[in-house]
């Protein structure tokens, strides 16, 4: 996980070796962490940090996260989960199934620009590859998003919502997805660096989802 025990931003939380009862310590993290050949023969792209409140969790991710910056990694932080599951922001559903929630996108589009603007005012922006991705985030080479299925389970197809949805509703909705027949290419139309993709998803918080997956992709 790091290899100079030394850097001056190397992080313990008050008790934490002094109580260490069933967590990792930095070694253990760095005997079975991201190196390659240490999760099942390749190269283990993720992690879950678990344990009771004051353990260290909150510290480890700091530590981790002044390490990404430093050897220049981009960062994608969620400064509060909690937003992503509370109901707070808007949320619409197009008639394609997806949900969009624009003001969220937009607040996370936002932090993830002033935690990498640095890196994104200098990459440049791969031509080939923009413009293939709707407003909704789907990408036109993946087809259909929520293709009708039949669940076994449940008895029912995947877009049976649909039956339960009032004919104002259903009207709004196809509305409203004609109105959103655009993408960020379509505004954004010769973008040079990352960044101005990132602001004008910024700027226009129903570009958000559309420039956050652009940028990822």
Not at 159 to 168: A, G, R, S, T
Request: with cysteine; hydrophobic share 30%; net charge negative.
């Amino acid at each position: 996980m790091q290899k100079h025990d030394c850097i001056n931003y190397k992080m313990y939380l008050r008790g934490y070796h002094k109580n260490c009862y069933h967590h990792w310590r930095p070694d253990d993290i760095r005997r079975v962490g991201l190196g390659k050949g240490s999760f099942k023969g390749s190269i283990n792209t993720g992690g879950l940090l678990w344990g009771e409140k004051g353990c260290g969790k909150s510290g480890v991710l700091a530590y981790l996260n002044h390490w990404a910056h430093d050897n220049e990694w981009i960062n994608i932080s969620v400064p509060s989960c909690r937003e992503f599951v509370d109901a707070s922001h808007d949320t619409e559903r197009l008639n394609n199934g997806l949900y969009l929630q624009h003001s969220l996108a937009q607040r996370m589009l936002y932090d993830f620009k002033i935690m990498n603007e640095a890196i994104f005012n200098d990459m440049d922006v791969d031509m080939s590859r923009y413009g293939g991705i709707d407003i909704s985030g789907n990408k036109d080479v993946d087809g259909e998003p929520c293709p009708r299925v039949y669940d076994e389970l449940r008895q029912c197809w995947s877009d049976d919502w649909k039956q339960f949805v009032y004919e104002p509703e259903w009207k709004f909705i196809e509305q409203r997805t004609k109105d959103l027949d655009y993408r960020i290419s379509d505004k954004c139309r010769d973008p040079t660096k990352m960044i101005d993709i990132i602001n004008a998803g910024i700027e226009d918080p129903l570009m958000a989802t559309n420039a956050i997956a652009e940028v990822f992709d």
